[in-house]
Structures are given as C-alpha cells and as structure tokens.
C-alpha cells in the first residue's frame, strides 16, 4: 500500500467521524508513509511521532488513530502530530497551538 493509498482509505473512515486530514498535504504524507513504516516494522501501524516498544501490548494506546487523538482534537483542533485535525482548526478558526504529548514517558 502507498501513502496516496491509505489517505484516501482513511479520509473515508475518518471524515464521517468529523477528524480531517491536516491540509498540509506533503506534511501528511510525511506521516502516512512513518504509519506505512512502522506497519512494515512492528505489523502495526504505530504513531510516527512517537517511541514504539514494537510490543503491541505497550503500544496499543499509539496504534493510530491513537487514544490520545479524540482528547487531543476536542481540546486543540489537532491531534499530537498533526495528523488529525477538526474542520475548525483548517479553516483557521482555532489556534495553532503546540499540542503536549498526554502519553506518560516510558523510560
């Protein structure tokens, strides 16, 4: 599968469900083949902007779309990475603001 693939896989997933694709469009794509990446790493599709295990178990909670994203969006209009965003945030009705990591370190 290519980046170009799995956006418009996702898109149709996501959109319904109010998360949009950043309209950074290379910025997007960037992060669609790290997910690619890490698929073809860790047999599942991991956040790119964060440290995985490669233990399903220790990273269950940043298989994108991560648990973080639906806090993440509701609070800043972007997930962590930037990946997800909401309509608002697009059009530039919501800051854009730095989003922290709410997972807990590891290590």
């Avoid at 973080?68 to 997800?84: H, I, K, S, T």
Wanted: charged share 30%.
């Amino acid at each position: 599968m290519t980046a170009k693939e799995l956006y418009g896989r996702l898109r149709a997933l996501q959109e319904p469900k109010g998360y949009y694709f950043n309209t950074d469009t290379g910025f997007v794509m960037e992060l669609l083949d790290g997910l690619l990446v890490n698929k073809e790493r860790y047999g599942y599709m991991a956040c790119p902007c964060r440290l995985a295990e490669g233990e399903r178990g220790a990273d269950k909670d940043i298989i994108c779309p991560c648990v973080y994203r639906d806090p993440d969006v509701a609070e800043y209009g972007a997930c962590f990475c930037g990946l997800y965003v909401s309509n608002a945030w697009n059009e530039g009705a919501l800051p854009r603001e730095t989003v922290p990591d709410r997972r807990e370190p590891r290590w």
